[in-house]
């Protein structure tokens, strides 16, 4: 991240930043910090959890420096409020039933931060979305953390719920569903995310939702009937989507031929494919790319920049950090013996994975752009946070699954020894 950091500022204006060995120094001080508290209270967690994220931040944070200083300044305070929020999760955290004897608590206040937005005098419309809250001078987004609850809420639920939900009842054609009743639940996920969707005009967290219980689901009952059911109900919400809301309408139209408004709504799209294009295989070098082309360019659209500047190894090396994030996240979950647990860690990695995989494929235009954040890399105080502390639920989920796993190898070598030291 220094080197990066460097190459930038050189890039940028052919000269070292005055300040640049106390923010270095200040940098490795905190994630140091977040290395201890790690060692400290999760000693048995997987260590490749934390080295990711922390690269992931620092790519981030050097591409916002590199575009906008201002932003940068307050994306460190940010990161520090993140890391803040990442220790006291672990500290505060020990076992993470804690989370499931509260998850009653735990939904409401997600379905309220979900709901926040819609408040007259503290709600806040951007860009024609209502995700934003303005509490005095604070705004964020609270379906960030939203997110995190109805992971927890959900897979609480579904352990309770897991038997009944698995049991195939009912035969529709080759398909043996579950109980009309048992489906209950996945109508209201889905009524939710249209909901979601309708009023606050937020399609990548209505996706975000719906995905997010319709993978714990999978995982609780083993039934590839939900999955069928939860396609045919995502194919349903998205056509009425489309045929209700014109800006839907505008971002599948853009998606597919954004040529057709070059100066207007397919500006955005059109100038990402250059930005990919112009960076070839390596890049024109940090600091070395055209800077203030694309809007959004720190939030939206900064995984076209890392393409433009880094190239399309540098972006790749970005998609394998996220792979690698992932792959750990589930093999925590394969990990894990507790049902509760195993579903935690299933929904959170599904989250952060899909959300990463939804913008990347906006931006290469694979999907259509449902604007919302790469996790760790984008501008953005309420997802960066959000997202540390998500990683920090991971850690903990990881550690207790490692520690349950050494706890019977180091009971048999005990009794081994006892046995052999017997006369």
Known sequence: MGIAYVLAALGRSNALPANVIPFLCGV????????????????????????VAVLLNGIGYVVIARLNSQLAAQQAGWTLVGLLGFAATLIVIRRVRVLERNRYTIGLIGVLLVLLPLIPGIGVSINGSKIWTRVGPVSFQPGEFAKIALAV???????????????ATWKVGPLRLPDPKALAPLLVAWGFSLMVMM???DLGSALMFFVLFL??????????????????????GAFLSWATFTHVQTRVSMWLDPWVDVQGKGYQIVQAQYALGWGGTTGTGL??????????QETDFIFAIIGEELGLLGTSAVLAAFLLLA???????????????????????????????????????????????????SYGGSSLVSNWILVALLIRLSDEANSQSAAPLAAGTDEATTITARP
Not at 153 to 167: D, I, T
Request: net charge positive.
């Open 28 to 51: 490795l001080a905190l994630f140091v910090m977040a290395h201890v508290v790690v060692r400290r209270f999760a000693p048995n967690a997987d260590p490749m959890i934390l080295p």
């Open 287 to 296: 600091g070395l790319g055209i800077s203030g082309r694309i809007p959004y």
């Open 327 to 377: 792959g750990t996240g589930f093999r925590i979950a394969m990990a894990c013996r507790d049902p509760f647990s195993k579903l935690l860690a299933t929904g959170l990695t599904t989250q952060f994975a899909f959300q990463s995989f939804l913008i990347m494929a906006g931006v290469t235009r694979l999907l259509p752009l449902t604007g919302v954040t790469l996790p760790f890399v």
């Open 153 to 167: 809420f959900f897979a609480a639920y579904l352990v309770e719920r897991r038997e009944v939900l698995g049991m």
């Open 199 to 201: 009023f606050e005009k």
């Open 215 to 236: 993978a714990i689901t999978w995982v609780a009952t083993s039934q590839a009937s939900y999955l069928v059911v939860g396609g045919a109900l995502f194919a349903g």
